[in-house]
């Protein structure tokens, strides 16, 4: 039984045709059920939202510099002061609203002993931000 001929003594062809129309008609339908489906994907929740106002961001805090070179000897912001000078200025800096961040910079030949008690200065003095500065390794 040959397709697409009613006449059996014809010669058998091969068919070269693609009937495209079950596909075209697929496609429109499917084009169709997404038109109208559209909505329904997109659709939110309409809500009246409260009004409030947040506050305002704060300003950046301040950084204040302790340096410690190799004898034991402290600067403030690049100011040589003594231990008890250091500590009345962590004080001060702690009473602030927004607190510094204290960078804490000592030389490699430092006493522990002496980065120790500046840390334990300011943390008694109730400064809570305090960073270690370094220079980066280099790349050999």
């Known amino acids: 039984m040959a397709f697409g001929a009613f006449n059996h003594h014809r010669q058998k062809e091969a068919m070269s045709d693609i ?3 079950p596909m075209v008609d697929v496609m429109l339908v499917l084009l169709v059920i997404f038109i109208l489906g559209a909505p329904a994907f997109t659709s939110a929740v309409k809500l009246d939202l409260p009004k409030a106002q947040a506050a305002q961001p704060q ?3 301040a950084t204040v510099t302790v340096a ?3 004898a034991g000897k402290m600067y403030w ?3 040589a002061v003594t231990q008890a000078v250091l500590e009345q200025r962590l004080a001060e ?3 602030l609203e927004v607190q510094p961040e204290l960078q804490l910079r000592a030389d490699k030949d430092t006493r522990y002993e ?3 008690q ?3 200065a300011a943390q008694t003095r109730g400064l809570s931000k305090m960073g270690f500065v370094t220079d980066p390794k280099e790349n050999k």
């Open 59 to 61: 300003q950046p805090a």
């Open 19 to 21: 009937n495209v129309t």
């Open 93 to 95: 800096a702690a009473r």
């Open 77 to 79: 912001n690049n100011e």
């Open 114 to 116: 002496i980065v120790a």
């Open 68 to 70: 410690i070179d190799g």
């Open 118 to 120: 500046v840390m334990a």
